[in-house]
Nanobody, 118 residues
Framework: QVQLVESGGGLVQAGGSLRLSCATSGSIFSIKSMGWYRQTPGKQRELVASSGDSTNYADSVKGRFTISRDNAKNTVYLQMNSLKPGDTAVYYC??????????????WGQGTQVTVSS
C-alpha cells in the first residue's frame, strides 16, 4: 500500500506565496518521478511541474513556481510565488513508484485546494 499525502494549500492574496508538500509512505522500492498537477471545475487536470530524469514546468508557471524533492524523505515540494487568481485550483501530487513487489504504478494524492484572491 502506497499513500501520498499533500499539505500546504490555502487562501492567499494575489502576489503571495504558498509551499505545497507531498509525503509518500508505504511499500516503496523506488520513485522514478514526482510531480504536481492542478484541476479546476470543468477542465482537465493539467501538469504544473514534474521532477524525474528532467524537470519540467507548465509555461504558465515558469519563473514563479519551483519543484524540489527530498529523496531521503520521499517528499516533493512545490514553492509557488507571485501567485495569480488564475492559479486557483485543486493541486494534486503524482508519483511513479515501484513497490517492493516490483510493480510500478502512478499514484495520486487526495488533492489540496489553493485559492488566490484578487
Amino acid at each position: 500500500q502506497v499513500q501520498l499525502v499533500e499539505s500546504g494549500g490555502g487562501l492567499v492574496q494575489a502576489g503571495g506565496s504558498l509551499r505545497l508538500s507531498c509525503a509518500t509512505s508505504g511499500s516503496i522500492f523506488s520513485i522514478k518521478s514526482m510531480g504536481w498537477y492542478r484541476q479546476t471545475p470543468g477542465k482537465q487536470r493539467e501538469l504544473v511541474a514534474s521532477s524525474g530524469d528532467s524537470t519540467n514546468y507548465a509555461d504558465s508557471v515558469k519563473g514563479r513556481f519551483t519543484i524540489s524533492r527530498d529523496n531521503a524523505k520521499n517528499t516533493v515540494y512545490l514553492q509557488m510565488n507571485s501567485l495569480k487568481p488564475g492559479d486557483t485550483a485543486v493541486y494534486y501530487c503524482n508519483a511513479d513508484i515501484t513497490n517492493r513487489a516490483g510493480y510500478s504504478f502512478a499514484y495520486w494524492g487526495q488533492g489540496t485546494q489553493v485559492t488566490v484572491s484578487s
